[in-house]
C-alpha cells in the first residue's frame, strides 16, 4: 500500500510570470527533485538492486531527502502570506471564496492523478507483490481523499504524497481563519493587523515548541503550522521596516525549540526561511536563482508530487519483468524513471494542471459578501 507518509509535497500555488519569484522557484526546484529521489530510494526493487551497490546513498536518501517537505511547508506560508495578507492585513476578500478556490486548485489535479495511479498499479499488480502497489480503492477511500480527510478518517492514502495535500487546505484554512477573527477583532476597537499577526505568531510558536513534537498529532495543520507559520512570518518581516531584525528573531526562535528539541525537519525549514528572506533582501542573491531551468522545474513542482508515483510503480513493473537484476541495471532504470517523472510532469501541467487552475468560484460568494471579492481573482494565482 502506498501511503508514503510525511515525505511529499504539494503544490504551493502559481504565481503569474510577472509575480514569480525567482528563490521560491529554486526552493521548490531542489525540494521537488528531493523528493522524488527519495521514494524512488524508499519503494521497490529499483531501490533494491541499486542499494547493493550504493547502500550509503540509498539510505541518505531514505533517511534525509524526505525532509525537503518542509521547503513546501515554508514556501506555502509565505505565498500565502504574500497573496492574501500582505502586512499580515486580513484577507479583503470573501473568505469562503478563497478556502473554496484553494480547494478546487489542489483537489481536481490531485484526482486526476489518483485516477492514473489507479490505472497504473492495475499493471504493477501483475509483476509486483509488494506493500507499496496500492490495492483497488474502495468508495469510502475515494471518498475519504475526495474530501481531503483520509488521514483523519485513518484510510490508507491511494498514493503517495496524499497526506500532504490534506495537510495543505488545512494550512490555508487556519490562515484564513486567524484572518477572520482578527477582522472580527477590529470592530471591537482592537487593530486587526496586529491582532494576525499576534494570533499567528503565537500559533507558530506552539506548534514549535510543543505540537511538533508529538507526532501523533500529524494529520492535522497543528503538527506543520511551526514551519508554515516561519514563512508567512519571513514574508511579513521582510516587508517591514525592521527586516534585519525580525529575521534575527525568528531565526533565534528557531533554534531555541532547536535547542528544546533537536529535529532536523526544523532545522530544513529554518534554512528555507532564511533563503526566502535574504532573497528578498538582496537583488543580488535573487538574481542568482533567476535561472530558467529552476523556474521550469519550479512551476511544475506539484504535477511532479502527483505523477511521479504512478511513474514509479510501471518502472519497477518493468525492471522485474524484463527479469533484470544488479546495481548498474537499477541505476539505470531509477535514473529513468527519474527522467520520466520529470517529462510526465510537464504533460500533466499543460494539459491537466494549468486548466484545472483556471476554475474559478466567487460570484456567488461576492454578492452575499461584504467586502469585495474581486481581489481574490487577482491575488489567488501564484
Known amino acids: 500500500m502506498a501511503s508514503g507518509r510525511r515525505c511529499d509535497l504539494a503544490n504551493n500555488k502559481m504565481t503569474t510570470p510577472q509575480q514569480r519569484l525567482p528563490a521560491v522557484d529554486l526552493l521548490k526546484a531542489l525540494a521537488s527533485q528531493f523528493i522524488v529521489l527519495h521514494h524512488l530510494a524508499a519503494y521497490g526493487p529499483l531501490s533494491e538492486a541499486v542499494q547493493e551497490g550504493m547502500p550509503d546513498l540509498i539510505a541518505w536518501l531514505y533517511d534525509n531527502a524526505r525532509m525537503a517537505v518542509q521547503v513546501f511547508l515554508v514556501v506555502g506560508g509565505y505565498l500565502t502570506a504574500r497573496n492574501f495578507l500582505p502586512g499580515g492585513r486580513p484577507y479583503g476578500g470573501h473568505h469562503l471564496a478563497a478556502v473554496a478556490n484553494r480547494y478546487l486548485r489542489l483537489t481536481l489535479p490531485f484526482l486526476a492523478a489518483l485516477a492514473i495511479v489507479a490505472v497504473c498499479a492495475v499493471f504493477a499488480r501483475q509483476a509486483l507483490d509488494d506493500d507499496f502497489v496500492p490495492d483497488a480503492p474502495t468508495l469510502a477511500q475515494t471518498v475519504a481523499h475526495l474530501l481531503l480527510l483520509q488521514g483523519v478518517l485513518d484510510y490508507e492514502a491511494l498514493t503517495v504524497g496524499a497526506w500532504y495535500v490534506a495537510i495543505d487546505i488545512q494550512l490555508f484554512v487556519t490562515m484564513i481563519l486567524l484572518s477572520r477573527l482578527a477582522a472580527a477583532g477590529e470592530g471591537l476597537g482592537a ?77 530544513v525549514a529554518l534554512a528555507a526561511a532564511l533563503v526566502l528572506g535574504l532573497a528578498a533582501r538582496s537583488d543580488r542573491i535573487g538574481g542568482l536563482a533567476a535561472v530558467p531551468t529552476t523556474h521550469k522545474l519550479g512551476a511544475i513542482s506539484y504535477s511532479l508530487f502527483l505523477v511521479h508515483f504512478p511513474v514509479l510503480l510501471l518502472m519497477n513493473a518493468a525492471f522485474v519483468e524484463l527479469d533484470l537484476a544488479g546495481p548498474l541495471a537499477g541505476a539505470v532504470g531509477m535514473g529513468a524513471a527519474w527522467g520520466l517523472s520529470i517529462l510526465a510532469a510537464m504533460v500533466f501541467h499543460r494539459w491537466i494542471e494549468r486548466p484545472a487552475n483556471r476554475l474559478r468560484v466567487g460570484r456567488p460568494f461576492a454578492r452575499a459578501s461584504r467586502g469585495p471579492a474581486a481581489g481574490f481573482v487577482q491575488l489567488q494565482g501564484r
Do not use: E, K, P
Open 191 to 267: 487593530s486587526s493587523r496586529r491582532a494576525m499577526l499576534a494570533m499567528a505568531g503565537v500559533l507558530m510558536a506552539a506548534s514549535l515548541f510543543w505540537f511538533n513534537r508529538d507526532a501523533a498529532l500529524d494529520d492535522w495543520a497543528i503538527y506543520f503550522f511551526g514551519a508554515y507559520g516561519l514563512g508567512a512570518a519571513t514574508c511579513w518581516v521582510v516587508q517591514s521596516r525592521h527586516a534585519t531584525r525580525g529575521l534575527v528573531l525568528l531565526a533565534a526562535l528557531a533554534l531555541v525549540a532547536l535547542a528544546v528539541d533537536f529535529r532536523g525537519r526544523l532545522l
